[in-house]
């Protein structure tokens, strides 16, 4: 391999200064540079309304706690409360509003950059560590969900501080007291914001089994089972919740229709294997982090360069535990949960990161070079959309969404204030409830599953009900892969497609015979409202 020449070897060194000064810096200051930034690029976004499972469940379960004092919101879902908590008692501070929501968010995904910025420090090296921090930060799915209020980002918080401490011990197998406990109290706060983030500690848990059955030292031997201790703390205050759950409501798991969309309807071979195929592509494909993995596979083909003073490389512990870690989220993720969102696996592409950023710079003299081009690619897919089916969170389409959405009951609520609105989720949820930042009354509204043609018929026999209608996109794909799902209507995504596609607002209008006064399109993202001039047509009956 050729050397470097002086100049940029210079500025490599220049950039591993500076990295090392930003590690030294304290960690409050580190977290408020963190935060600042957060804000900054994601100006445009921090006053926009309250988004899908953000309108449909957190906000409104975080009012529950906010004004009754309730963990549990009315509608008896289970998702653990402390999210709720947070959100609620921040709103007693500064009120309710959406800029606060979503100036907590930046707080917590600030909270999550730093986590990952030490974990890697400890880990590897300065340099390392703002790279990895940076490409989380800009990744498609992390800088989108940097401002919405899921409980995923919450538990991604809590896990990445406990992986920050956990993982840099696992290199020297032993730990303290002290830390034990703090890893494990990490991972009970994970739990209690999304039980799905219990999957971490059992994760480490079997691990930490397998690791125990196989050491002969008693010394490591007796490390392993307070290690084990420490992993099973989590599920104590996961599962008291569990029982106060149940003996306030009758209902273990959340009522029986969450029960049945999260976890019994999706128990089939069918939807396991379906689920597999969805979540590999999620892990080591989806907004562009097949780049960074590409790179690292190509980095095995070089050999090792030799260690410099302040660079490590990932010992073989650490290693398998993440390996372990992405692993076991890609098959409990595949089995068990109703939608296939990508936010689930928050905390696990800083994990992948990782993993690829120590082969690059193990064997290469340049992974800034490949840090750049990764952060190049991150970015670009926060605009430019693949030609296949995705969720609008995982990318800045969430925002067209949203924009469409309020441009419309703008639109009805200026020309039609009384109307009587035909429309679907979650638009009937924000046409209903003002708190959710769309309008500033409540419609009356008539709601439909979504707008395909056996939807729109149903519509269209009880004409009575409505005399406006909102509709819009329920399932978005992006322009030039419906124009190809169009055209290929033989193929199985093609007949899929037709199946189940929204209707296009001049079919609809012409079911239902409307007429179209108001329409925009994002990149995608539709929406259209039609008017039925129906009240009109009866009165001029009764008067002849």
């Given at each position: ?97 959406i ?20 974990l ?80 971490q ?71 396991v294997?379906t ?59 595949s ?28 064997r ?32 800045l ?14 639109f ?65 794909l ?5 124009r ?58 009764e008067?002849?």
């Amino acid at each position: 391999m050729t050397s470097q020449s002086p100049e940029k070897s210079e500025k490599v060194e220049g950039l591993e200064r500076a990295s090392e000064r930003l590690a030294r810096l304290p960690g409050g200051l580190l977290w408020l540079l963190a935060f600042a930034a957060i804000l900054l690029t994601h100006w445009d976004l921090l006053r926009l309304p309250y988004f899908w499972d953000e309108g449909g469940y957190y906000i409104p379960a975080a009012l529950d706690f906010y004004r009754h004092g309730w963990l549990i919101p009315v509608f008896t879902n289970a998702h653990p409360p402390l999210p709720n908590v947070l959100i609620g008692t921040w709103w007693h501070i500064t009120g309710f509003h959406i800029l606060a929501t979503r100036v907590l968010v930046c707080a917590v995904a600030a909270t999550c950059f730093s986590a990952v910025f030490v974990l890697a420090k400890r880990l590897l090296s300065a340099f390392s560590a703002l790279s990895i921090a940076l490409l989380t930060a800009v990744y498609p799915i992390w800088f989108a969900q940097s401002t919405l209020a899921h409980a995923d980002i919450f538990a991604a918080a809590f896990t990445l501080w406990a992986l920050a401490v956990y993982l840099p011990l696992n290199v020297r197998y032993e730990a303290t007291s002290a830390e034990r406990w703090k890893v494990a109290m990490l991972f009970s706060l994970a739990a209690l914001s999304k039980e799905t983030a219990i999957l971490q500690p059992a994760a480490l848990l079997a691990l930490e089994g397998v690791r125990w059955f196989r050491e002969r030292s008693p010394e490591r031997r007796r490390e392993g089972m307070r290690w084990m201790g420490a992993m099973a703390v989590p599920f104590l205050p996961l599962i008291a919740w569990y029982v106060y759950h149940r003996a306030r409501t009758g209902f273990t798991f959340g009522n029986p229709t969450y029960l049945r969309y999260n976890a019994t309807a999706n128990l089939s071979v069918g939807h396991v294997f379906t689920a597999l195929r969805y979540r590999f592509l999620h892990l080591f494909w989806q907004r562009n982090i097949w780049l960074p993995i590409v790179l690292a596979l190509a980095c095995l083909l070089l050999p090792r360069r030799p260690q410099r003073e302040g660079r490590r490389s990932l010992s073989g512990a650490v290693r398998t535990a993440c390996l372990v870690l992405i692993a076991a989220n890609w098959v409990a993720f595949s089995v068990l949960g109703g939608a296939l969102l990508t936010r689930y696996l928050l905390p696990i592409y800083p994990l992948i990161l990782l993993l690829c950023v120590d082969l690059w710079q193990e064997r290469t003299e340049k992974p800034w070079a490949f840090t750049a081009a990764t952060a190049a690619v991150f970015l670009s897919g926060l605009w430019i959309n693949p030609s296949t089916s995705f969720a609008p969170e995982d990318t800045l389409t969430y925002r067209d969404m949203i924009v469409v959405h309020q441009e419309a009951i703008a639109f009805v609520n200026a020309h039609y204030p009384d109307a009587t609105v035909l429309t679907a989720w979650p638009v009937s949820m924000d046409l209903f409830n003002p708190e959710l930042g769309y309008t500033n009354h409540r419609t009356k509204v008539v709601s439909l599953e979504d707008f395909s043609a056996a939807e729109v018929q149903k519509a269209a026999a009880e004409p009575e009900r409505y005399d406006t209608a909102v509709v819009f996109t329920t399932h978005y794909l992006a322009p030039s892969f419906r124009r190809y799902l169009e055209t290929h209507p033989n193929g199985r995504r093609g007949r899929d497609y037709a199946a189940h596609r929204d209707l296009k607002p001049a079919e609809i209008a012409r079911m239902l015979h409307g007429q179209i006064v108001w329409m925009d399109d994002r990149n995608g993202e539709w929406a259209a409202v039609l008017r039925f001039n129906r009240s009109y047509e009866a009165r001029l009956a009764e008067e002849r």
